[in-house]
Nanobody
Framework: QVQLVESGGGLVQPGGSLNLSCAASGNSFSIYVMGWYRQAPGKQREMVASITPVDRTNYADSVKGRFTISRDNAKKEVYLQMNALKPEDTAVYYC????????WGQGTQVTVSS
């Protein structure tokens, strides 16, 4: 089972940018569909973006054009570049790795506030 560690969260003003990283341990990173999810207080966890082993990406409508997911198989890392951040992007962001089962990281807090 893959283990995931997120980093890069923090406090940013509206309109600002953050770049989240997720480092994976274990073998066979390149076969996983990697994803970013988020969960705001009182809300269900939702998919933000995903990327397949062949770099096919998918985004939630709410982040299209603002967020970009990418992966580096050699480094076993996945990234989420977040631009034009809005207060409604405030949430705990989780990295996921899916093959036969889905593994989760511990999450990193992103707060967008002036």
């Amino acid at each position: 089972q893959v283990q995931l560690v997120e980093s890069g969260g923090g406090l940013v003003q509206p309109g600002g940018s953050l770049n989240l990283s997720c480092a994976a341990s274990g073998n066979s990173f390149s076969i996983y569909v990697m994803g970013w999810y988020r969960q705001a207080p009182g809300k269900q966890r939702e998919m933000v973006a995903s990327i397949t082993p062949v770099d096919r990406t998918n985004y939630a409508d709410s982040v299209k054009g603002r967020f970009t997911i990418s992966r580096d198989n050699a480094k076993k890392e996945v990234y989420l570049q977040m631009n034009a951040l809005k207060p409604e992007d405030t949430a705990v962001y989780y990295c996921s790795a899916t093959a036969l089962i889905r593994s989760w990281g511990q999450g990193t807090q992103v707060t967008v506030s002036s």
